[in-house]
């Protein structure tokens, strides 16, 4: 069974700093990596996309690497804003024997940028 | 093209009641997946349908929960006699269908669950 864990739980930035935000999972025999964010009382934005052939995912100011073998990743995002406030998910995605494709999700990462 | 919608986003049930969880997928996609988030956790897989047929129901609880997705129409989450335990925001995502391929989720807003 998957288990994803993301550390730390909480991260307190003021503005301009480089946030690092770690995830590890357990089965390194996964298809694709994904980070999302979640602002309060809403849903799952998808962030980057990482195919278990690849190292890393660049878009914007954020970057996400992927060591398979060791079961990390980690999200960077450079120059934090006030408005990068949010929960930041990790969700492994793996094949299973029902012939189909399983999400696992951290707990989280509460991120919050102080102006 | 409008996202996945979920209905309603707040919804407050007493003990015992029955709550009715409903999801419309992105036009286009055949594919729904249901998912709890209890409070300080992460999302935790419950069941995964089709259109008339349940692909994978084992993250469900065995008693009281219950998932369609019908022919025509959204697909319903149902639980029924309500505990203060089921208090959660349940997500559902839906995809595209692509036989032996891993097909992107694309997320709903949530239904923020409370029983009193």
């Known amino acids: 069974k998957q288990e994803v864990t993301q550390i730390p739980a909480a991260l307190s930035v003021p503005e301009g700093e480089n946030l690092v935000l770690n995830c590890s999972f357990t089965d390194s025999a996964i298809y694709n990596l994904q980070w999302f964010r979640q602002d309060p009382g809403k849903g799952l934005t998808s962030l980057l996309l990482?195919?278990?052939?690849?190292r890393e995912q660049t878009s914007g100011r954020l970057n996400a690497s992927l060591d398979k073998s060791s079961g990390r990743s980690t999200l960077y995002i450079a120059a934090s804003q006030p408005g990068d406030s949010a929960t930041y998910l990790c969700?492994?995605?793996?094949?299973?024997?029902?012939?189909?494709?399983?999400?696992?999700f951290g707990a989280g990462t509460t991120v919050t940028v102080r102006a | 093209n409008a996202g996945v919608m979920q209905n309603p986003r707040h919804l407050v049930r007493r003990r015992g009641q029955e709550a009715r969880l409903r999801c419309s997928p992105m036009?286009?996609?055949?594919?729904v997946y249901w998912y709890r988030q209890l409070p300080e956790e992460g999302l935790k897989f419950m069941v995964y349908l089709q259109k008339e047929n349940i692909i994978d129901e084992s993250g469900m609880p065995k008693e009281r929960f219950s998932a369609e997705f019908p022919k025509e129409g959204p697909s319903i989450l149902r639980i029924q006699q309500v505990v203060r335990g089921d208090s959660a925001a349940y997500f559902c995502?839906?995809?595209?269908?692509?036989?032996?391929?891993?097909?992107?989720?694309?997320f709903g807003p949530g239904t923020r669950l409370t029983v009193l």
């Open positions: 969700a492994v995605i793996s094949y299973n024997w029902s012939n189909d494709y399983k999400l696992s």
């Open positions: 990482i195919q278990s052939s690849q």
């Open positions: 995502a839906s995809s595209p269908w692509a036989s032996g391929s891993w097909n992107e989720q694309f």
């Open positions: 036009k286009g996609h055949s594919h």
